[in-house]
């Protein structure tokens, strides 16, 4: 395994708690330049690369379209919507190989399955129409293409409106709580394994039910 991201003592740490076998590269997502040759990189540490797993992430929590900038409307689509394209197309080109059973996993949202206008949710509805077509166009190919859509979940993206360090965890869902970060990694975890390969092209949302429509009451 092989982590990646902007801040190398982070990933050092990472890496040491998670074991010997899981190896770490300093890269900056939003430099879509450097696409390609991180994942030369990669694949020289790596031997090969199966699964590539896009989740990199930014919101500016703008709460409406009066309030998104000029340059925060840039700064979010660079890193949630240019940035995964632009790897999504580096890997689909080392992918030409005709090897079978890899897969690329993106990390979308729950606010992507709803109408949005400020920039996080119109990238992540971006992020599910790009799936489907990826999928139906490399899938026979070898590379199967799908995404997850967490809900609400307590990471350093939403510290600034949810706190659960007292261990209140309720949120207004159909569960009435908030999800770990761990319980969407083992959504992942089974996606990118042999028992989901009848999955593709498919946004797996995991919100407890959260963005479901009732007609009744």
Known sequence: MLICGRN???????SEQLGERCLYL?????????SESFL????????????????????????????VTIEGYDTQMNILMRANFFLAQAFIKI???????????FISSMTGNAPSEIPYGIAKAGISSMVAKLNREHYAKGLRVIAIAPGMS??????????TDDGNMYCNAPCGRYFYPSEI???????LCDASRIIGG???TCDGGCTTKNIWH
């Open 26 to 34: 300093k890269h900056d997502v939003s430099k879509v330049e450097d």
């Open 185 to 191: 990694a083992e959504v992942a975890t089974w996606l």
């Open 8 to 14: 190398e003592s982070k990933l050092k740490i990472v």
């Open 154 to 163: 307590p990471t350093e993206l939403t510290k600034s409106y949810i706190d």
């Open 40 to 67: 030369v990189k990669a694949t020289k540490l790596l031997g090969s690369i199966d699964c590539l797993v896009c989740n990199a992430g930014i919101s500016l929590h703008e709460c409406g379209i009066e309030n």
């Open 95 to 105: 992918c030409n190989d005709n090897r079978s059973n890899r897969n690329l996993l």
């Open 202 to 204: 498919e946004v797996i």
